[in-house]
Every structure is written in C-alpha cells, then in structure tokens.
C-alpha cells in the first residue's frame, strides 16, 4: 500500500467522460478455484469523502469474501512502530544531507520546483530523496482533501474489523521499506523531481484517474499510465513488475483452498502486460473483470 502512494504522480492522465448511469467495468476481476473464488480489487490508497459511495460491486465482493488480504497486513501494523520505521530507513544519520545525494544542480531544481508548489524542502535536508519524495506527496495530497483513512485499504480494513474477517498480509512492512530504501540514489533523485513536478497539478491527475479507475478502463490506464512510466526504469522494475510475478504463485496456491478471498493491491499493478491479472491469464488461469450494473432511475 505504502509504496503504491507515489505513484500517481508519475503518471499523466487525461480526461474521459461517460455516462455514470450506464453499466461499467470497475477495477475488480474474479478468479475461480476449484472450491471458491478469489477477488482481485485495484486500490487508490488516498481518497476524499467526495469519493464515496463506492461501486456497489465492491462492497458487494466484499461481503462474499470470507478473508481479505492487502499488500501489507494492515490489521497488525503499530502506527507509532511503522512511523518509527519509516523514519530510521529514511532519515540521513551523519552529516550527509539531501543537496549532498541530489547534487547541486539537481537540488537547485528541486528547490525551484518545490518553491512552485509551496513545499519548504529544506525541512526535508536530513532526509534520504525517495523519503522527502513520499512525505511531498502525502502533504500536497492532504492539502487537496485526500486522506490515508478514507483509502479503499482502510476502508474494507474497517469493515473487516467490525466483522471478525481475517486479514494478511503479501508482504511485511520491512520489505516494503527495503523495496524503496534499496532504490540506487539515481532512481531516488528521479522519484522526487517526479513528485516535485507533477505537485503543481496533482489535484487534475488524481480526478482523472480516479474517474478511470472508477470506470474499469483498463486501455486508458494501460496506454496513460505505462506509457509515461516506462522511462522511470528502475522504479518500475522493483516497484512494479518484480512484485507482480512474487504475487501470482501466492496467488495460485489460494485457487486450491475453499474460502472466498478479496486481495487488495495498488491499481498500477493490474495493467499492462506485466499486471497481474494479464500474468494470470498467461498461466492459463480463468479471470474475468468485473462490473458495475446500470443505475436504476
């Protein structure tokens, strides 16, 4: 969940329209096992209260569903202990400041776009690039009305609590952690002047892919998104697509059990050729996206 948060500002998205009374395809897709199904949601971690009500196809997936599993097990993380950790991977513990990874040059123009966007990057100067580029992120999206709680994680994490519903995990916090502190110093200084760029109109990006996401449009994600990320290399790879192939065989030992799960991951990973529902597929392993029936008036 964690990392998928900067991700949408390194994507470029434009407008569509549709009619919201029409049926749609919503970024879920079911899978059949054997003695159960299993449910595959694309998340947008951050949302508005204005976001809400959610397709009525979620949350009726939702209450088939017998388990939820996130990319991280939410249910167990400590706030206090997960902040904590964010900050020892994070915060630069010598002398060593943010211009020293950036360079000079490159700092300048980070400061000169983060003056645009009204960020004061020298509180960030003890921090490591890919820390001052999630924490950029989080604040310009807060200003907007975005909020971590109102994510479709924290969501159906809620519901699931109320419940009694069990909740995994598909990776831990540390590797999380060690997915983005691990990122050469390159990469680093790319996902930052990303973030510091695309600040100035993070609210335009966010309303466009939340529409696309809304709608199921996977063509529009596929060719918007990938197309404008293929350049950042590095990040796709570790970010991405590496974690995309270690999901798919956990994914399959599920098909074998007989309760119903719900797995929840960042959007960006079910698109493309390299998503996950297009790997499964590859697998000879029946997917189907899912729908939102028409409104009735």
């Known amino acids: 969940m964690i990392i998928a948060r900067i991700l949408p500002l390194l994507i470029l998205l434009a407008a569509t329209t549709r009619a919201e009374n029409s049926a749609h395809p919503v970024f879920l897709w079911e899978i059949q096992g054997a003695h159960n199904s299993i449910y595959l949601l694309g998340s947008i971690h951050m949302l508005r209260a204005e976001d809400y009500p ?9 209450a088939k569903a017998e388990v939820l599993i996130m990319e991280i097990d939410m249910d167990d993380l400590d706030a206090v202990a997960s902040q904590a950790a964010f900050v020892n991977a994070g915060v630069l513990k010598d002398d060593t400041t943010l211009r020293d990874l950036m360079g000079d040059d490159l700092y300048e123009q980070a400061l000169t776009a983060a003056a645009v966007i009204d960020i004061p990057l020298d509180m960030l100067n003890k921090t490591e690039p890919w820390y001052a580029a999630m924490t950029i992120e989080v604040m310009t999206l807060s200003r907007i009305g975005f909020n971590p ?25 540390a590797e999380q952690i060690g997915f983005l502190d691990g990122l050469t110093i390159a990469a680093q200084r790319d996902m930052l002047l990303t973030t510091l760029a695309e600040g100035a109109r993070i609210g335009e990006l966010m309303d466009d892919m939340i529409f696309a996401w809304r709608h199921g449009d996977t063509r529009y994600l596929e060719t918007a998104l990938l197309d404008s990320f293929a350049e950042h290399e590095e990040l796709n790879r570790v970010l991405v697509t590496n974690r995309n192939k270690r999901w798919i065989a956990h994914i399959e030992t599920l ?7 719900l797995i929840i991951v960042g959007a960006l990973h079910l698109v493309g050729d390299g998503g996950v529902p297009n790997l499964l597929a590859h697998e000879g392993i029946n997917i189907r996206q899912l729908s939102e029936p028409a409104s009735v008036r």
């Open 54 to 62: 959610l397709p009525t196809v979620i949350e009726s997936t939702y």
């Open 255 to 261: 098909l074998d059990d007989d309760d119903d799960y």
């Open 149 to 173: 709680i109102l994510g479709i994680e924290m969501h159906l994490l809620s519901k699931a609590v109320a419940d009694g519903k069990p909740v995994e995990g598909l990776e831990t916090l």
